[in-house]
């Protein structure tokens, strides 16, 4: 007999974390370097058959995505490391085209986008969303061997630089609201398969 999926859902802080059954949730803390390291040893302790990393984000204003838009992220990419040959270090992450499918095919109207990472708000050039944590969790899973995907919704234009014109509050409830959802639509993408011994 088989069992549902061991899911870990990781955010950046409380706020963007939803609470509920079906997933474990862990906040990772703020920017790449914290994404990878709490992810990792998250991944290590739970084990889990797939990553969702969830959150807020910037996007261009070119865009027009108004908030609590959200977005799925076709790919991750890294951009603080500027000028680096690429053979240095990983900066791109694809997400799982089998998790692509199953939550946009629950999500409609969301978009489907790559999502550049950053630590610093404004950081990316040619991406246009933007957040801090979802390459360094991306990064974490993809050396275990674990498919992840993330997953933001809007909260501002990433040129925007008076923060009090940011929509915090419709993004954290955006995303969170969502969680349910996304945890089922991944669930039902892997399957009913058996977990981690």
Do not use: K
């Given at each position: 007999?088989?069992?549902?999926?061991?899911?870990?859902?990781?955010?950046?802080?409380?706020?963007?974390?939803?609470?509920?059954d079906?997933?474990?949730?862990?906040?990772?803390?703020?920017?790449?370097?914290?994404?990878?390291?709490?992810?990792?040893?998250?991944?290590?302790?739970?084990?889990?058959d797939?990553?969702?990393?969830?959150?807020?984000?910037?996007?261009?204003?070119?865009r027009?995505?108004p908030?609590?838009?959200?977005?799925?992220?076709?790919?991750?990419?890294y951009?603080?490391?500027?000028?680096?040959?690429?053979?240095w270090?990983?900066?791109?992450?694809?997400?799982?085209?089998?998790?692509?499918?199953?939550?946009?095919g629950?999500?409609?109207?969301?978009?489907a986008?790559?999502?550049?990472?950053?630590?610093?708000?404004?950081?990316?050039?040619?991406?246009d969303?933007?957040?801090?944590?979802?390459?360094?969790?991306?990064?974490?899973?993809?050396?275990?061997?674990?498919?992840?995907?993330?997953?933001?919704?809007?909260?501002?234009?990433?040129?925007?630089?008076?923060?009090?014109?940011?929509?915090?509050?419709?993004?954290?409830?955006?995303?969170?609201?969502?969680?349910?959802?996304?945890?089922?639509?991944?669930a039902?993408?892997?399957?009913?398969?058996?977990?981690?011994?």
């Open positions: 007999m088989s069992t549902p999926p061991r899911i870990l859902v990781i955010a950046a802080t409380a706020r963007e974390l939803a609470a509920g079906g997933w474990t949730g862990v906040t990772c803390g703020v920017g790449p370097v914290e994404a990878a390291v709490v992810g990792a040893r998250a991944i290590a302790e739970h084990r889990p797939v990553v969702l990393q969830v959150g807020i984000a910037g996007a261009r204003r070119h027009a995505l908030p609590g838009t959200l977005v799925v992220g076709t790919r991750a990419l951009t603080d490391l500027g000028a680096l040959p690429a053979e270090a990983m900066r791109d992450v694809s997400a799982p085209e089998s998790l692509l499918r199953a939550v946009c629950a999500f409609p109207d969301a978009v986008l790559p999502i550049g990472t950053s630590a610093r708000v404004g950081g990316t050039a040619d991406c969303v933007e957040a801090m944590e979802g390459f360094g969790v991306l990064r974490a899973a993809h050396a275990a061997g674990i498919p992840a995907l993330e997953v933001r919704a809007i909260s501002n234009d990433i040129e925007e630089e008076d923060r009090a014109r940011w929509h915090f509050a419709r993004a954290f409830e955006a995303i969170t609201a969502a969680t349910p959802r996304l945890v089922s639509a991944v039902a993408a892997l399957g009913e398969r058996p977990t981690h011994a």
